[in-house]
Nanobody, 121 residues
Framework: QVQLVESGGGLVQAGGSLRLSCAAS????????MGWYRQAPGKQRELVAV???????RYADSVSGRFTISRDNAKNTVYLQMNSLKPEDTAAYYC???????????????WGQGTQVTVSS
């Protein structure tokens, strides 16, 4: 199996910063895209940022210029550096990864359990 474990969430004042980490472990041959999503109470889960194996990135308009996604392929880990945080960034943040478990298998998307980010005004 494959597990994704997030860390780094917490409570921060508006204007502050947090860095989230998500480490993938288990039966992994390779990882394609890795990403961060978030879900606020009463709202649908939304894309925050995605990064390809080669380092190409894509961001939601609401976080572009404030958040930075990066990854360490040797550690199967993806990061989300969040700066200039706003109260509207408050949500549970989830990472995901497209994992290929063996040479001959197709990609499967796995999700972490989520980490809470709360930004106070």
């Amino acid at each position: 199996q494959v597990q994704l474990v997030e860390s780094g969430g917490g409570l921060v004042q508006a204007g502050g910063s947090l860095r989230l980490s998500c480490a993938a472990s288990g039966s992994i041959f390779s990882i394609n895209d890795m990403g961060w999503y978030r879900q606020a109470p009463g709202k649908q889960r939304e894309l925050v940022a995605v990064i390809t194996t080669g380092g190409n990135t894509r961001y939601a308009d609401s976080v572009s210029g404030r958040f930075t996604i990066s990854r360490d392929n040797a550690k199967n880990t993806v990061y989300l550096q969040m700066n200039s945080l706003k109260p509207e960034d408050t949500a549970a943040y989830y990472c995901n990864a497209e994992v290929r478990r063996t040479w001959f298998s197709s990609n499967t998307v796995y999700w972490g359990q989520g980490t809470q980010v709360t930004v106070s005004s």
